[in-house]
């Protein structure tokens, strides 16, 4: 049973461009959450996507927006990147109406030069 | 606005010893809370939940108290050894499924 993946690994990019990152949900889940987590912090809730709709969204600019697809799959746009942009960025998947565990994702290291 | 907190200092214990972590939270009152285990680099691992109605939650060497009094959720981790020494994140649950992580607190063992 494949867990929760994320693509890419790692990430550089420069101030002002644009980033796609990707994420796949743990089988049989169909909610995905992305957290943003700077160093020596802990994870920062960006947005949840259920039903291919954003459902809550954190404290975060209209730069980041999402996707999710049919298969349940999920994608975070950054716009206008930033120094301050350079994190970990995380997704997490879980069961709608399930007040349980979320399963992580190995993160997406993004680095904004 | 809800807050929760964690010690930012690491936590230095030897082998052998017990570990506890504290988590505390403000100016809201969490149904449950979760306890993750996150190495560098990596995405964090949920280890525990304990709800507001239970005193105490064990899992092998792992023990989580809550305690709504107080406001604050003690974690443990018995007989600690090297292999445990990580990032220990506390999180509570808001509305939906969205999470409220602390900033961890670093746990290095030494043999």
């Known amino acids: 049973d494949a867990g929760v993946t994320q693509s890419p690994t790692h990430l550089i990019k420069t101030r002002g461009q644009q980033v796609t990152l990707r994420c796949s949900p743990k089988s049989g889940h169909d909610t995905v959450s992305w957290y943003q987590q700077a160093l020596g912090q802990g994870p920062q809730f960006i947005f949840q996507?259920?039903?291919?709709?954003?459902?809550q969204r954190g404290n975060f600019p209209d730069r980041f927006s999402g996707h999710q697809f049919p298969n349940y799959s999920s994608e975070l746009n950054v716009n206008a990147l930033l120094l301050g942009d350079s994190a970990l960025y995380l997704c997490a998947s879980s069961l709608m109406g399930v007040t349980d565990t979320q399963y992580f994702g190995p993160g997406t290291r993004l680095t904004v030069l | 606005s809800q807050k929760i907190e964690q010690n930012s200092e690491a936590l230095n214990i030897q082998e052998g010893k017990t570990a506890t972590l504290t988590c505390n939270y403000t100016n809201y009152s969490p149904a449950y809370l979760q306890w993750y285990r996150q190495d560098p680099g990596r995405g964090p691992v949920f280890l525990l939940l304990i709800r507001e109605n239970e005193k105490e939650k064990r899992k092998e060497r792992l023990k989580v108290t809550f305690d709504t009094t107080l406001k604050q959720s003690l974690f443990h981790i018995t007989a600690s050894q090297p292999a445990d020494s990580a990032t220990y994140l506390c999180?509570?649950?808001?509305?939906?499924?969205?999470?409220?992580f602390g900033g961890g607190t670093r746990l290095m063992v030494k043999p």
């Open positions: 999180a509570s649950h808001n509305a939906g499924n969205m999470l409220t």
């Open positions: 996507y259920y039903e291919e709709e954003e459902r």
